[in-house]
């Protein structure tokens, strides 16, 4: 039997061995950001969460309202008001499970030192690709690795040597004055944030090698804990950041975090 089971912050749920989620991570999810008592892409989150079970087979007999209608009894259980909101999707034997959940904001700094790691692709022709799944320990490892090496985040190529996306976030950068990201097609996942500022902004989409990013006069990375995130430093290069560029990414930050606050859904 289908359900949405709430699990506030202290409070546990059983899985068993033999559930697919804990045997081989069979289950979609989504990170989305709670602030002020608002939850911010709402529409956007769920379509992707519910297009991807659509094309990788999952069940998902859940509508955007049904969830909607739990998230508030959730917030009214936990009194949250701002953190990250989970939600996570999995088959289980008798139907689909819909886990809704919170976490703290990990702390990020106000710019980015990034690495670039070549030796790790991102594979854009698995089945997996642009796909939010629970198959993510290499991600994690990766990113540990990072962190380890005294970086915040790395750029990952994708098998085909072209640029592909950060661990946890994608890429824009600029280069020759012009706002650029890649291509969907490198295999990245279709981040809410990157949707949203390409909404904004003008943008040049497309594949791009790595010396591009090497040559950029600026970069930033985007997800939905951390919005719009400039990043200072690529390996060993410090990035030039000059006055055009920077006033061009704080205007459109400043668009972004007045879009994301007018279009976010009240909850408490």
């Not at 990113?143 to 824009?172: K, P, W």
């Not at 809410?192 to 500022?197: F, G, I, N, T």
Request: net charge negative; with cysteine; hydrophobic share 45%.
């Amino acid at each position: 039997m289908s359900e949405i089971i709430l699990v506030p912050p202290g409070e546990s749920f059983e899985l068993k061995p033999e559930d697919p989620v804990f045997a081989h991570g069979l289950g979609l999810f989504e990170t989305m950001k709670l602030e002020g008592g608002k939850l911010c892409f709402w529409s956007a989150h769920w379509t992707r969460l519910s297009g991807s079970a659509c094309r990788l087979g999952l069940d998902c007999p859940f509508s955007s309202d049904d969830v909607l209608v739990q998230w508030r009894r959730f917030i009214e259980m936990t009194c949250l008001r701002d953190g990250i909101l989970k939600l996570s999707l999995v088959r289980a034997p008798d139907g689909a499970r819909l886990f809704l959940y919170a976490r703290q904001a990990h702390p990020w700094p106000e710019s980015l030192q990034v690495q670039l790691r070549e030796d790790v692709p991102v594979n854009e022709r698995s089945l997996l690709a642009g796909h939010k799944t629970h198959n993510y320990m290499e991600t994690l490892l990766l990113f540990q690795q990072v962190r380890a090496a005294g970086y915040d985040e790395a750029v990952r190529l994708n098998s085909a040597g072209a640029l592909a996306e950060a661990t946890m976030a994608n890429l824009f950068f600029y280069h020759g004055g012009r706002l650029c990201t890649p291509s969907l097609e490198c295999g990245l996942l279709p981040g809410v944030v990157r949707a949203e500022v390409m909404q904004l902004a003008e943008v040049n989409e497309g594949i791009f090698l790595p010396e591009a990013l090497m040559e950029a006069e600026a970069a930033f990375l985007t997800n939905s804990a951390i919005g719009l995130r400039p990043v200072r430093a690529l390996g060993g290069r410090t990035l030039p950041w000059g006055p055009e560029v920077s006033g061009s990414f704080e205007a459109l930050r400043s668009a972004f975090e007045a879009h994301e606050q007018r279009t976010g859904i009240q909850l408490a």
